[in-house]
Structures are given as structure tokens and as C-alpha cells.
């Protein structure tokens, strides 16, 4: 139940505080590192060099000033966050202060789940698609049987959900991916490919994707599990294939490179590399000051962590049902589904 009052305390203060016209930052987007053990296709990330990464104390200071500055969620990521040695520290520092997930490729999580599973709510890993097709996106062979095996495992303690990323090369694997996750019991997430200038050109073709979208929004409709809201599929087919694009809100999200570094306006945009420390900034007065209007008419990527919040409307009685009251249901019921 305590988890219960500071996630609810926090979003309510939150609520409060946002009332007039202030921009603060809900949820935290944390890369742990550039550095991965696959090669996938469309990631420009893997590509990089990692320079020297923040130690534990690092670590807790960014969280202290994310959770100073109203911070409810954080999420690690990465480059593969599971190569981290300290992983089981960092989460278990996150977990004392924030909704804390994770997502994975999966390689190494039937190996590590014992120094996760206590410190997330939340776990995601990312499957594109089956057996072969997902090694080949991934450039790794195994790299499927490794990621259902650690599935396999980790669901067995944490709230678990694939998360999908539709590329040109997997446009015929959305029904193989509900399909797995409703054999394996968890539920699952897509997003689109966006097109990195550092990484392959694997953005979806525009008219096949319209079919892909319109048949998971029938799945979502039907009460298949899927993670993405309806609205998040509506909206991709609303903007980009009418005239009505959704208005893009990048300060709910606030990303951290692996120096500690805040990436702003968002990690599309900037390619996920920052200049400014997040221990040195007081992130209310930055996010304040900064000019967004430029972003908010901005549709380009559809990367769930930017569009879902930017979707969320407390007039929606069925958004409130699914984002905010489900979810409370469940964190009473012990397991947290957003
Ligand atoms: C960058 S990875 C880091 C975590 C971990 N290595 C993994 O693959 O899950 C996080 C998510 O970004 C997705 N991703 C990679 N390249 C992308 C792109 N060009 N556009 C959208 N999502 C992408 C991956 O599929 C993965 O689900
Ligand atoms: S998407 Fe994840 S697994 Fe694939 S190369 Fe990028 S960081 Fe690694
Ligand atoms: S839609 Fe534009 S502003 Fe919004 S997160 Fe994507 S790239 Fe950034």
C-alpha cells in the first residue's frame, strides 16, 4: 500500500502543480549505456562508443534530482542495460523512488532475473518478430529463443509486456507476436521504426503500415493485451494518414544519456545526446524556460514514451479507466500495468 500512497501522492501533487500552465516532467527515460551485445538493424545506438558510464552514487544523484523535480516513472534502457554489473544496485535505487521499469533484449535475463526481479514493476522485452525473422532484425542468431526463454522466466515474477518495434522487414509479424504473447500469458507493445540518421533506413512503409495500425487498433477494441492505448492508434492514423495530428508534449518525458546528461526536446530529435548534467540543472526552472512550441506541432516518430502521454486527456473517462484507475487497481492487487 505504500507504493500505492506515493505514486498516488506523487501524481497528485503532481496534478496540483501543473494547473497553471507549468511544464514538469512525469516520467524519466534513463539509457544506461550505448553498448550491446546485438547488432539490431534500425538502432543507432549499439554504433557508439561508450565513454566512461556513472557509478552508483551518480546513479542516485540523477535520481534525486528527477525525483526533486516531480519524477514518477523511470525507465531504463539503453544499449543493453542487463550488461550492466551494477544492475541489481541501480534498480533496487530506483525502486525506493519511482515506478521502475526496464526494457531488455532479453539476452541475459534468464541468467540475471535473481538480481532483478525484487526492483521493477515493470519489465519489457523487445521481440520484432518470429524465430528467424527476429534474429535477423536483431543480427544475432538465438537471439529469439534466448528472449522467450528469458520471458519465460521473468514473467513468473514481474508484470511483463514484448515490446514490438514495426520495421519494413517485419510488417507480417504483428498476428506471430499476439499470438506468442497470449501463449505466453503477457501482454504486449508496439511502436513504429523511426529513421535514425546513424542507424538503417527500417522505417515501415506508409500505406502497409495503415493496415498493421487498423488491425491492432481492432485487436485493442476486441481486449486483446496490448499495452498501447486505443488513442495511440488513432491518432497515428488520424495525423499521419488525415488531417488531424496530434500535438506532441516532449517535457512529459525527460531523457538522461549514459554521462547524466539531459537530452532535450526529445531523444529523436537530438539523436539522444546532451549537454547538460541533470544534477547541475534545477530541471523546473529549464523546463520552464525552454521554448517547446516549435515540438508540439511535431509528428514524426510515434516512440510510445513520448506519444502516450502526450495523449493522455483527464477528460477521456475511457483513457482515466485505462491509465490511471486500472493500473491503481492493479498496483493494490500488487502488479502495475503501465
Ligand atoms: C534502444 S532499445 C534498448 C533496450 C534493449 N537493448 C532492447 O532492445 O530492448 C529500446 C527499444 O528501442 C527500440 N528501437 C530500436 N531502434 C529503434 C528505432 N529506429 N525506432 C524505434 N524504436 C527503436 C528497440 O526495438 C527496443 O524495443
Ligand atoms: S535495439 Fe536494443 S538490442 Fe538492438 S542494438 Fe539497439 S540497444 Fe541493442
Ligand atoms: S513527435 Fe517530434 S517532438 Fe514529439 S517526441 Fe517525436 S520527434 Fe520529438
Known sequence: ??????????????????????????????KLQYSCNLKCKMCPFWRREDEELLGIDDEIRMMESLKKAGVSFLGFEGGEPLLRRDIGDILHESKKRFHTSMVTNGWL????????KDNLNYLFVSLDGIGDVHDNLR????????AVEGIEVAKKYVPLAISSTITKDNMDQAQGILDLT????????FQIAYDYTTAEKMSPEKLKLKEVIEMLALYKSKGYPIVNSKEYFTSILNSWY?????K???????????????VQPCYVLNEYSGDKKVWDIDILKLWNQYDWAPYE???KCALACYLEPSLFNW??????????????????????AW
Open 297 to 299: 506541432s511535431c509528428n
Open 242 to 246: 488525415g488531417d488531424d495530428p496530434w
Open 1 to 30: 500500500m505504500s507504493l500505492v500512497n506515493s505514486v498516488l501522492g506523487r501524481g497528485l501533487k503532481r496534478t496540483l502543480k501543473s494547473l497553471p500552465n507549468q511544464k514538469y516532467p512525469l516520467i524519466a527515460g534513463h
Open 109 to 116: 535475463l534468464k541468467a540475471k532475473i535473481d538480481e532483478i
Open 139 to 146: 543480427g544475432m542468431a538465438g537471439s529469439f529463443k534466448k
Open 315 to 336: 477528460h477521456n473517462p475511457s483513457m482515466v479507466k485505462e491509465r490511471f484507475l486500472d493500473p491503481l487497481l492493479s498496483l493494490i492487487k500488487g502488479e502495475l
Open 182 to 189: 497470449m501463449k505466453l500469458g503477457v501482454s504486449c507493445n
Open 248 to 262: 506532441c508534449k516532449p517535457w512529459l518525458t525527460i531523457n538522461i544519456d549514459p554521462l547524466g546528461n539531459i
